[in-house]
């Protein structure tokens, strides 16, 4: 009996400390409030009261949370002291929680937890260079795409080593060349539907791209134009931007960075499909764009 | 290739200051409340129910036959799923939480072996000298049995060090973070070298201490 008595303490006593542990270990450092003003942004009328799902449970709670991977500038990416969040999909994160007046929390983690983190309601919304694909379309809702209409950020090429860049004039010169991509981005689509033959090799991060590109694991990588001319010049004359960019006009509405919530939710996304819209025919996304790449110092345009 | 590993060190010491020192608060949280955890996690597979023993056998299997990182995303995205009470847990708390499990499961079979290796005549002896089983743990076990855990204890501390970068998967402040943050300053593989030899460093110092630890356990012998 007293043995009994022993163990149900023991166990009590375990439990109360894995709940125990949680809250004393110290507050979370990176999931931030986001700071960006809207104010002087035009916003579109959008009728919220037939709100179902998760955007009823955001209007419900007045937060919204994005999922994001902070390691893609000037799109996403941490400032120096690993806290501060900023880039341009964050200001249209922001712009958004504005227009549906509720505050903005954004959650970092990896690329690949991005989409997980909708599906789990860890976050409703998930903004990270998502382009549109059709299994990802099949898995979770997308809304249409929205970009810059600045040549930069419509710009997407390949980046190959200055060594090479003589030697592959189209997308067709690539044929059974390894080709790198972030899994799941827009390059990874572009890749797939405008270089077939090529093999492609998916990426976590971009850093290890660049890496694969430097020690000639691939031929090529795919990314944005601002990206590769950045790296071009940090690489100091090895790397260079390809002039073979990728063809966009195949894509229609779903040209761009889609955003992407949990597959059902289709109030939330024809909600963001209204400001989206909105966002496109006012080129509302150039100013957050530039002030993106102005706060990163990246080069833009054309050369 | 751009600036060379000094230069890059040079320039962003402070970020890397600061994610070693991350590294070293999550390991030593883990490894703490993984001893005191694990600790009862041993007390429980040396009891002499079978259903306890068969218990504390599947925790262990499970933590230490799965890896880490898929831990970690399950108590990042399924914990609280799975228990609405443990929702209130940021994502630094998951990750530390799944650190702390992970580390208790090794702790409590260091601490089952180092028992278990104090020979059992001692326990017999004590028993037939009238002592109660735990008094006998208390004053003839347990001290001479401290002797074989606490060097392994410190090994487990080294591990976690270099376990816990698997939490800048979830962009928490460690050391491996800052290949993020200077991946977004587009510089990708200096960040390596810098973030390979500091592990390295801290691991050979502590090793060195467990070593000489050793050897100042080791003089009543």
């Known amino acids: 009996m007293k043995k009994i008595k022993l163990t149900a303490i023991l166990l009590t006593v375990l439990m109360l400390m894995l709940a125990g542990c949680g809250s004393t270990a110290p507050k979370n450092t990176v999931t931030s409030a986001f700071d960006y003003d809207t104010s002087e942004i035009a916003k579109p009328e959008i009728d919220l009261s037939n709100a179902e799902g998760v955007l009823k449970d955001v209007l419900d709670k007045g937060v919204l949370v994005v999922a994001t991977a902070p390691d893609n500038p000037p799109y996403e990416y941490v400032a120096d002291d690993g806290k501060t969040l900023s880039g341009s999909e964050l200001f249209l994160a922001k712009y958004i929680a504005d227009i549906l007046g509720v505050e903005l929390q954004i959650e970092t983690m990896d690329f690949g937890a991005v989409l997980t983190a909708v599906d789990t309601g860890k976050a409703d919304l998930a903004m990270a260079g998502f382009g549109w694909k059709k299994d990802r379309a099949e898995n979770f809702e997308l809304s249409i795409g929205y970009h810059s209409s600045t040549a930069g950020s419509s710009c997407h090429c390949l980046m190959v080593r200055t060594e090479d860049l003589e030697k592959y004039d189209s997308f067709d010169d690539f044929d059974g060349q390894m080709v790198a991509a972030q899994a799941g981005s827009l390059h990874q689509m572009y890749v797939e539907d405008q270089m077939p033959n090529a093999v492609l090799e998916l990426v976590s991060g971009f850093d290890q791209a660049i890496l694969n590109l430097s020690t000639k694991k691939v031929e090529a990588l795919a990314t944005s134009c601002s990206v590769a001319r950045q790296y071009a010049e940090q690489s100091g004359g090895t790397l260079s931007k390809s002039p073979l960019e990728f063809d966009l006009s195949m894509y229609g509405a779903y040209e761009g960075t889609v955003v992407g919530a949990k597959k059902g939710e289709t109030s939330i996304i024809d909600v963001m499909n209204q400001i989206l819209t909105f966002v496109n025919e006012n080129a509302i996304y150039d100013g957050m764009y530039q002030q993106a790449l102005d706060e990163t110092g990246m080069i833009d345009g054309e050369e | ?221």
């Open chain 2, 1 to 221: 290739m751009g600036p060379g590993v000094i230069e890059v060190f040079l320039q962003y010491w402070p970020m890397f200051l600061n994610g070693l020192l991350g590294t070293l608060k999550y390991a030593a949280i883990a490894v703490f409340f993984g001893s005191v955890l694990g600790a009862l996690v041993a007390m429980c597979s040396l009891s002499k129910n079978k259903i306890i023993r068969f218990i504390c056998s599947v925790y262990v299997n499970v933590l230490r036959g799965t890896p880490l990182l898929v831990q970690m995303y399950i108590a990042y995205f399924f914990v609280p799923l799975a228990f609405e009470s443990l929702s209130f847990l940021a994502k630094e708390q998951c990750v530390i939480l799944s650190l702390i499990l992970n580390s208790s499961a090794y702790v409590s079979e260091i601490f089952r072996s180092g028992i278990n290796a104090v020979d059992k005549g001692q326990t017999e002896a004590a028993r037939s000298l009238g002592m109660t089983s735990v008094h006998c743990m208390q004053k003839i076990i347990l001290p001479q049995a401290i002797k074989n855990i606490l060097p392994a204890l410190a090994n487990e501390y080294i591990a976690m060090i270099k376990e816990t970068s698997l939490a800048g998967t979830f962009m928490l402040y460690e050391l491996m973070y800052t290949r993020t943050l200077l991946a977004n300053k587009f510089l990708t593989w200096q960040p390596l070298f810098i973030i390979a030899a500091i592990y390295l460093l801290c691991t050979m110092v502590l090793s060195k201490l467990v070593g000489m630890m050793e050897k100042r356990l080791s003089v009543s012998d």
